[in-house]
């Protein structure tokens, strides 16, 4: 933030999930100047788990252990899919600078390779994801070879029980124990929160405490899972430590949303965006658009009001809890600039009979349509403006959620998106393309 | 460049050293700072009586307006609560009505389009690091310096503007142009502790506690601040311990060494 | 009246100043203000009285400490600085005054040891006294207009002596001033001084003597209308040189004020004399004099004494800090040493929020008051019936920024009687919200507003507003991002809401539950909260806004309470 602003950005980002912040990163990387307006926070929802396609046909619930196997199955299932515009290169390279970026935020990936991971989570189900933190990634082995492992919770986390994992996958998984502990220092307090317990054990005096009251419970374990508390900023150096002072492989196993790994995430990429440049507006809204030579945007939450101009807009906004799409009585329609939305034919065939239809719902495929750069198409099938694309869960034809393929969407798209602006602005590839 | 200098309360009174230090390196930088009859920006009765305070701050821009000048403070709570005064006066017709019915009794009028700045952001972006850069003649090279954000100037980022809430760097910016080495430290952007003082005097004493912790399990050699309410907490908490304090250190006395500046001018020893 | 009774009254009048000087000037030992100089016996503090005044006579600061004196306490430096004008009619009134003393109420002990011929109704005496008191009224005029030429602060309560005390110097001046004027024109006093220095009585006899004090002097004999004769005249005038002219000068320019006063009263002259004004007047005259010695050590004229004292402090405590016992002591003195001028409100950090507030109890000047009477009378605070609140507003609201000090023309440390004062408050009852409101549990606030009031809704726009929460998803964000919570629940019973909470009883419409909570109170106000909701909600804003309710909601209750 402390750089001066240019008068006209290269690329204005509006949104700021994971497709907006992916924009944004993506863009500063081939260094436009990049302007991103939106509320941060939604992503704190998130587990840090990134998807990149784990789920297709949705109909048949069919799980991918190659993601990329997934992808051209669905290139030839449902061209129209987002992600089938999306090339392997360009999703790969998606995923590299995503999960490198945030490890340089302290928040470390395990190297994306060709394999989905599953993922032990709170519940005692195993679920399927590509990129996975480094704090994680030992579950991953373990889930896979189920050696004796011991889980440990907290008295007082409420929201994290081992008992309750040990029950559900324990008699698939014998040598797997439980064991409660009393965070340090909280022995008298009733609730515990993750987040206080993840920035506390970045003090090596917490850490050690809370080591010296699980060494005792190592037994035959081969490796130790923990509720996702362990550091905040630091992770992967706290989660280092663990490992160090246990001797043994230590794994987080993602608590329920908002988790420390969303903390994380959401700061991580915050960071990581500012870090490469990108002026980023947080707490502002776009209210409104005009497009000639180049795009102003209105925003409010700025005292006075204030317009800013850039050369290309990328439109991340998303759907529905986004506000990207806006559901009325009977027709979604685009939030910001009324572009047309691709939709069932009336408000009757939203939603399937069947609540749990393992098909999904009409509307969840709701979005808009656009060309092979994601620009957004008028009713008569041309861009709307040369400049303007979308990214994300706003494009029509993909249900992210059911496909499991949310991150995948974000970042495969956000990427295509802006090699295609970096062309039109006459901007060389970036180094790994070039060489 | 010139600004109205708004000390604030807490700066004459207990912390004399920071006016010092800033007056010393903004002089040397070419800023000029003009005195003004200010009253207390309204801080301390924020949480009693909501239109007192926006009176208190809304006076202090009536001046700042009727000098033509826009406010440079030094104190992070001061800036963070005038600019909440200029948010609230935005949103609340009915309460800016009465505000301007008071003002106008002094003959005062509210001012439109006067900025409030913290000496940070001044220099980091008005002054600009690269003419600090090039005023700096004897870096702190090698010293280790955790930077100290302060609540009120970085959060809520829609009313401070200061830098990004959860990734700022103008305080780490401002400490390397220095010469000296920003330390990276977790809990950078946590709370003083000093708001909780009187409320809840051991509360204040964990939060402030934790922080010193940190910043010197990070391997800093001193703590930065900007702020004289941090300064103070840290200094006299550290004071109240046994083990031997790490130094605090306000930022335009660290700047003020970087650029020369004989200590006796910014109120060190 | 004898001149020994005059001397009884006066010596008696000066022995009882004397015993009241002593009383008030041994409270500056025995006063205490603040916990710390609660165990300060009487000879300890009396010993370093001592002990510091001989330091600072007898040291290498006393060229400086001299310095201060002569320009504090004889220029009055600080309030030159404040006020030209008020500096100029102090300076009047203070000197004016004590030329009167020495020159005519003293008369007998200086003035006419020093000019053997001296008599009071000859030039330049008569000159003289006139020009005192003129300067003594047109200093009181200065100050007056001085206090209303700078924008109105709310009258502080008087002491009644003082009060008394004004109306006494009133009574002083304009008893003086009539009595020399119906003395110059009454034929009476002319008989007898006629009677005494020519041994007559005889109108006739004296007819050219009586015409030449009718022309020069303006004594109004009833029968000596119309144009003199010139020859008796000349007769009268030289008569006046041989017998009068020793002692007296003709008042038409000397007596400046009394002279024209004389003119004004001459067609009453003679009823006047009926009555025997002049006697009247005289005891008048003598009784205010003898009545205001006796009462001015108990009024704010006190001050006389107490500032040298106090500027004295304050040229010691500005070469190092005192020790307490010497701060205890500089306390107890500040009252006595308040001038009430009201330079100190002038530049009060807080003066606007005083005003804003309606609140005068926050204006330093009111402060000073207050501090010293919660600290020396313990039921003083119960008796401020519905204002205890508001006075303990003036030292929570206070900065401790100091500026009242530096302000004080008389070298009031009035700072350090905040931070003392505010432990005598909380003593007394009136600790700051954020510690009287930890007396009850939230959950006994919200009982005994249920029992004492109908639940009220909220007033603050914000918790006022649904939308302001509406939007809350319970996700426990603020909560997680929350320091206070973090270190809180180390303590045994630590938290007892979160911010997630509170905002969940928004929702819940249980307001009352929340105003209370150590949550609200402790809060830090770091925004952490604020910044990190994923829905955009302003937690930190409304956790001040609920302490605003808090505030006045529990501090009913708690004053309803305290006074059942
Ligand atoms: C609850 C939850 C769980 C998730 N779980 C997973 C997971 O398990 N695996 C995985 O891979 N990914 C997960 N994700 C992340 C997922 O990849 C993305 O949320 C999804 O791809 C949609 O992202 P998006 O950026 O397109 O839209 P959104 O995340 O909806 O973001 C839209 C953004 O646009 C902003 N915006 C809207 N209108 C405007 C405007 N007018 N002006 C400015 N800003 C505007 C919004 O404030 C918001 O920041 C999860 C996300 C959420 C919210
Ligand atoms: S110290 Fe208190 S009373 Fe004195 S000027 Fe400052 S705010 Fe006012
Ligand atoms: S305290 Fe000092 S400044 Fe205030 S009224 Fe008294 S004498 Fe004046
Ligand atoms: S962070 Fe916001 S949405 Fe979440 S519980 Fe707190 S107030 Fe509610
Ligand atoms: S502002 Fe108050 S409630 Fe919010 S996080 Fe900080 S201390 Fe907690």
């Known amino acids: 933030m402390t750089q001066t602003q240019p008068k006209t950005w290269d690329v204005a980002v509006v949104g700021a999930g994971m497709a907006g912040m992916a924009a944004s990163l993506f863009a500063a990387e081939r260094g436009l100047s990049c302007l991103q307006i939106g509320n941060g926070g939604g992503l704190l929802f998130a587990s840090g788990l990134l998807d990149l396609l784990a789920v297709h046909p949705v109909a048949g619930r069919r799980l991918w252990d190659n993601p990329f196997e997934a992808l051209a199955m669905l290139r030839r299932d449902q061209p129209d899919h987002p992600l089938a515009r999306v090339d392997d290169a360009t999703m790969r390279a998606a995923f590299q600078s995503f999960t490198t970026a945030l490890g340089a935020a302290g928040m470390p990936y395990a190297p994306p390779g060709d394999r989905n991971a599953n993922v032990l989570t709170s519940l005692g189900t195993a679920k399927p994801t590509y990129g996975v933190p480094r704090t994680m990634s030992a579950g991953v082995g373990a889930l896979a070879g189920r050696p004796p492992c011991l889980l440990l919770d907290f008295r007082g986390l409420r929201e994290f029980s081992a008992r309750q994992i040990v029950a559900t996958i324990g008699d698939r998984w014998p040598g797997l124990r439980m064991a409660r502990v009393e965070f340090p220092g909280a022995e008298t307090t009733a609730e515990l929160y993750a987040a206080h317990m993840a920035v506390a054990l970045e003090s090596g005096d917490f850490r050690e405490r809370t080591i010296a009251r699980v060494r005792p419970l190592l037994g035959d374990a081969h490796a130790v899972g923990f509720p996702a508390v362990l550091g905040l900023a630091r992770s992967g150096a706290v989660h280092a430590a663990f490992e160090e002072a246990l001797g043994v492989p230590v794994f987080e196993i993602p608590t329920m949303p908002t988790s420390v790994p969303g903390l994380r995430l959401n700061s991580a990429l915050e960071q990581a965006v500012v870090t490469r440049g990108v002026h980023r507006m947080l707490r502002a809204n776009v209210t409104s658009a005009a497009f000639d030579g180049t795009a102003v945007l209105t925003l409010d939450g700025v005292p006075g009001g204030e317009t800013v101009s850039a050369r290309t807009v990328v439109l991340a906004t998303g759907r529905f809890t986004g506000r990207g799409l806006t559901a009325g009585q009977q027709r979604v329609t685009e939030s910001l600039l009324g572009l047309p939305v691709q939709q069932p034919a009336s408000r009757a065939a939203w939603h399937s009979r069947d609540f749990l239809d393992p098909a999904g719902h009409a509307v969840n495929r709701a979005g808009l349509a656009t060309d092979d750069e994601f620009r957004p198409l008028e009713s008569d099938g041309r861009p709307a403006w040369p400049g303007l694309f979308a990214v994300g869960s706003i494009l029509a034809g993909q249900d992210w959620m059911r496909e499991k393929c949310g991150a995948g969407l974000a970042l495969g798209t956000a990427r295509l998106a802006v090699d295609r602006i970096a062309r039109q602005l006459g901007v060389p590839g970036p180094l790994a393309e070039a060489g | ?269 | 009246m004898s001149a020994s009774f005059l001397r009884m009254a006066f010596l008696v009048s000066l022995g009882l100043c004397a015993l009241g000087l002593l009383w008030r000037v041994s409270a500056w030992l025995r006063v205490r203000i603040g916990p710390d100089a609660r165990d300060i016996p009487f000879h300890q503090r009396l010993l370093a009285a001592v002990r510091g005044t001989l330091a600072t006579l007898v040291s290498r600061r006393t060229p400086g400490v001299l310095k201060a004196f002569v320009l504090d306490v004889f220029l009055q430096r600080r309030l030159f600085g404040g006020s030209r004008l008020r500096w100029l009619g102090h300076l009047l009134i203070v000197n004016g005054f004590l030329l009167l003393l020495v020159m005519h109420a003293l008369a007998r002990l200086v003035t006419a040891k020093l000019y053997p011929d001296y008599a009071s109704t000859h030039d330049p005496w008569l000159f003289l006294r006139n020009v005192f008191g003129a300067v003594v009224v047109v200093g009181i005029v200065m100050v007056v207009a001085g206090r209303l030429r700078r924008p109105p602060s709310p009258p502080r309560p008087q002491r009644p002596m003082d009060r008394v005390f004004t109306a006494l110097v009133a009574v002083v001046l304009l008893s003086g001033f009539l009595l020399e004027a119906t003395k110059v024109a009454s034929p009476k006093a002319f008989y007898r001084m006629a009677n005494e220095y020519i041994g007559s009585t005889d109108p006739e006899e004296l007819l050219p003597l009586r015409l030449a004090w009718a022309t020069d002097f303006g004594v109004a004999f009833p029968d000596l209308q119309g144009a003199p004769d010139p020859d008796k005249l000349a007769e009268g005038r030289e008569l006046h040189h041989d017998a009068c002219a020793s002692c007296h000068s003709p008042p038409g320019s000397s007596a400046f004020v009394s002279y024209p006063i004389s003119r004004v009263l001459a067609p009453i002259a003679e009823p006047l004399d009926g009555i025997d004004a002049d006697t009247w007047l005289m005891y008048l005259h003598l009784a205010a004099c003898f009545l205001g010695l006796i009462l001015l050590p108990f009024t704010r004229f006190i001050h006389v004494l107490a500032d040298p004292v106090s500027l004295l402090a304050n040229g010691a405590a500005s070469a190092g800090p005192l020790s307490p016992v010497g701060r205890a002591n500089r306390r107890a003195l500040a009252i006595d040493a308040c001038v009430d001028c009201r330079l100190c409100d002038d530049r009060c950090s807080v003066a606007p929020i005083a005003r804003s507030l309606g609140n005068p109890a926050l204006l330093p000047s009111h402060k000073l008051l207050a501090t010293h009477a919660v600290a020396t009378n313990p039921r003083w605070l119960d008796r401020q019936a519905g204002h205890a609140r508001r006075i303990a507003e003036g030292a929570v609201l206070c900065t401790t920024c100091g500026r009242c000090t530096d302000r004080c023309p008389v070298g009031i440390d009035l700072a350090d009687l905040w931070v003392a004062g505010r432990a005598d408050l909380a003593r007394a009852g009136q600790p700051s919200p954020a510690q009287w409101v930890r007396e009850r549990s939230a959950l006994d606030w919200d009982e005994a507003l249920a029992v004492q009031t109908a639940a009220q809704n909220p007033v603050g726009p914000l918790s006022s507003r649904r939308e302001t929460y509406s939007a809350c998803v319970q996700c426990q964000t603020c909560t997680n991002v929350c320091p206070v919570v973090a270190h809180g629940g180390e303590e045994p019973g630590g938290m007892d809401l979160t911010p997630q909470k509170v905002m969940n009883l928004l929702r819940l419409g249980m307001i009352d539950l929340a105003i209370g909570s150590g949550m609200v109170w402790d809060c830090a106000t770091c925004y952490q909260c604020q910044e990190h909701c994923p829905e955009g909600i302003r937690v930190t804003d409304v956790m001040l806004e609920l302490r605003e309710l808090g505030y006045r909601r529990l501090g009913d209750t708690r004053e309803r309470r305290q006074r059942e």
């Open chain 2, 1 to 269: 460049m010139k600004y109205a200098l708004f000390l604030g309360c807490k700066i004459p009174a207990s912390v004399p050293a920071y006016e010092l230090s800033t007056r010393a390196v903004l002089g040397r930088l070419g800023v000029t700072l003009v005195d003004l009859p200010f009253n207390c920006c309204g801080y301390p009765v924020r949480s009693l009586d909501r239109e007192a305070f926006v009176f208190a701050a809304a006076r202090n821009l009536a001046l700042a307006g009727a000098a033509g000048l826009d406010v440079l403070t030094p104190c992070k709570c001061c800036f963070g609560n005038l600019r909440h005064a200029q948010r609230f006066l935005d949103e609340d017709p009915a309460l800016r009505q009465r505000v301007e019915t008071a003002l106008a009794a002094e003959r005062l009028a509210l001012p439109a389009g006067v900025t409030v700045e913290h000496l940070l952001p001044v220099l980091a972006r008005k002054v600009g690091l690269a003419a600090i850069a090039a005023a700096v003649t004897a870096p702190r090279t090698g010293l280790r310096v955790v930077a100290h954000y302060g609540c009120h100037a970085l959060r809520p980022s829609d009313v401070t503007r200061f830098d990004h809430p959860l990734a700022p760097t103008i305080f780490e910016d401002l400490v390397r142009v220095t010469g000296a080495t920003p330390v990276e430290w977790p809990r950078r952007l946590d709370c003083c502790g000093e708001p909780v003082h009187d409320a809840n005097p051991s509360l204040s004493d964990r939060l402030t506690q934790a922080k010193v912790d940190d910043a010197r399990e990070s391997g800093a050699e001193v703590l930065a601040t900007a702020c004289p309410y941090c300064q103070m907490r840290f200094t006299e908490f550290q004071a109240a311990g046994s083990a031997a304090p790490l130094p605090v250190l306000l930022y335009p006395q660290l700047l003020g060494q970087a650029l020369g500046l004989a200590p006796r001018t910014l109120g060190l020893s």
